[in-house]
């Protein structure tokens, strides 16, 4: 089964930048829908961008014009950019994968991104 590992998160100021990649292992992410997923306390998780095997992308609205949502299909990894943070992006983000929406969801372990205010 693939497995997915997030980089590390970390704290960033209001307005900043920061950027997550999550590696693949097991299996080849090509023919997958990867994405993003975030859960603040107290809170849901929430879907924040998926980009499909052909590279479209599809972004929540908090995070439209803000985050940017790529992949590597060689390199086997997903990436997070996120720009012009706001401490309500404060949240664990998870990595997530599946081929359809039939099959199971994969999830990474999540990386805490703290945005200070």
């Known amino acids: 089964q693939m497995q997915l590992v997030e980089s590390e998160g970390g704290l960033v100021q209001t307005g900043g930048s920061l950027s997550l990649s999550c590696e693949a292992s097991n299996h080849s992410i090509r023919m997958f829908t990867m994405g993003w997923f975030r859960q603040a306390p107290g809170n849901e998780r929430e879907l924040v961008a998926t980009v499909i095997s052909d590279g479209t992308t599809n972004y929540a609205e908090g995070a439209a014009g803000r985050f940017i949502i790529s992949r590597n299909n060689a390199k086997n990894r997903v990436y997070l950019e996120m720009n012009s943070l706001k401490p309500e992006d404060t949240a664990m983000y998870y990595c997530?994968?599946?081929?359809?929406?039939?099959?199971?969801?994969?999830w990474g372990q999540g990386t805490q991104v703290t945005v200070s205010s």
């Open positions: 997530v994968g599946r081929v359809t929406i039939s099959d199971p969801m994969l």
